[in-house]
Structures are given as structure tokens and as C-alpha cells.
């Protein structure tokens, strides 16, 4: 798989040319506060990020998350077998300058469509903050399921918040489909192998 395309976005493998961009994006604590990475997010937790994360596959994807137009790398997503290697899990961070536009739902859509149609899985787990409503109502929104609650250290906050797990399986991610609109962003997803 070389790329996945959707309406506005293009998710590709990371290069060191997007540590600018990466700095940006996850340096910011609004940002930060919903997520386990490092705080403050400096350049050498980027290179070390993407040295780690710049090749795809077999078990473990890692996208740069690229606005079509203007080539800037607005987010970062991704989708990986567990340590346990039981289940495979994901992951988003949009810089919060482009949150709010849809950008979030077409990146679940597409790195969905991939799982299920490309990796041929049958379900995927994630998790929000329990005060991430904004994550809660996408997870759902494309079909995610609550199937528990755990904790996790969150360095921005610099304490344990409880993490509210999520399931989304084949069938409720096509059932989620039935609403027109997201039926069109997956429409417009073209995987490109
Ligand atoms: C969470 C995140 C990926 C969502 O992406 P996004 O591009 O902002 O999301 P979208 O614009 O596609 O959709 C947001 C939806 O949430 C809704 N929303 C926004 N703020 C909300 C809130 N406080 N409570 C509930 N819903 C909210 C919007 O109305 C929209 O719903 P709709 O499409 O049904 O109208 C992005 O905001 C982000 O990266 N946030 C910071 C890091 C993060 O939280 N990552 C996820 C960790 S689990």
C-alpha cells in the first residue's frame, strides 16, 4: 500500500521533512491533553518518532496525515497489533488549527476502510480521556462501541485520567455507513497499492 486518499487528505508514510509540521501540531497543550505523548513535544521526540514509524507494514501502520492542497501535514494517525499482539488499535491527533472542518471523520473513514478491506481485520479497538467529548461523539459517530474503561498516564496534564476503551467491528463500522454522508467520504477513499 503506497497511500491512501481521500476528498482533502492524502495519508502516507512519515519523513523527516514533516518534524516541522509534527513539532507544531503536538506542542500544543490543547492537543497534548488528549493524548499519551511526550509534553512539551520537542524535535528530537519527532525524529525519534518518525525514525521509528517511517515504514509501513506488516503489523504496523503509521500516517502522516496531509492536506491535499497545500502539502502540509495537519495530523497524524495509526493502526498497529497491540503488544500482546491479540488486537490491532488506533490512534489521531489533528494540530488543533484544522479540527472542527471533517477532517477527523475522513480519517477514520479511510484508515477504516484500509483495516477492514485492505488488512482484512475484523474489529479494532481504541479509547478516548473520559473528558474528550469531542473524540467520544466520532468514535461513535463511525460506529465505535464502549466496551470498558482503564487508565493512562497523560504528560501534558502530568497525571492518570481514565480512559474510556472502544470497539468499532466490521459490521457496525458498515452500518454507520448507512448515513449518506459518511457513505460519500468512504466513497471517495481510493486506496492506493
Ligand atoms: C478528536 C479529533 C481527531 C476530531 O477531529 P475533527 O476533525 O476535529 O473532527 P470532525 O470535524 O470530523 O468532527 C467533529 C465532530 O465532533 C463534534 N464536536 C465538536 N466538539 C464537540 C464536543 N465538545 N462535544 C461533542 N461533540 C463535539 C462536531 O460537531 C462534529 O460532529 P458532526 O460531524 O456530527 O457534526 C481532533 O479534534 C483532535 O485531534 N483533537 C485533539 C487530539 C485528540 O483528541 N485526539 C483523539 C484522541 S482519542
Redo the contacts with the bound molecule.
Sequence with gaps: MKYIETERLILREWTLNDVHDQVEGLSNF??????AVPFPYTEKDSIEYISKHSKNGPNKYAFAIELKGTKKVI?GTDLGLNSKHENYCS??????N???????????IALDKFAFEVLNIDKIE????EF????????E?VGYKIIGKSTAFCPALNHEVVEILTRLTKANFYNALKAP?LKEVYNNTIIHN
Design positions: 490543547e492537543t497534548a491533553k488528549n493524548l495530523g490512534g489521531i491527533w489533528l494540530n488543533e484544522y479540527t472542527g472542518k471533517g477532517y477527523g471523520t475522513e480519517t477514520y481504541e479509547g478516548f480521556f474528550n467529548n469531542r473524540s467520544k461523539h466520532l468514535h459517530k454522508k
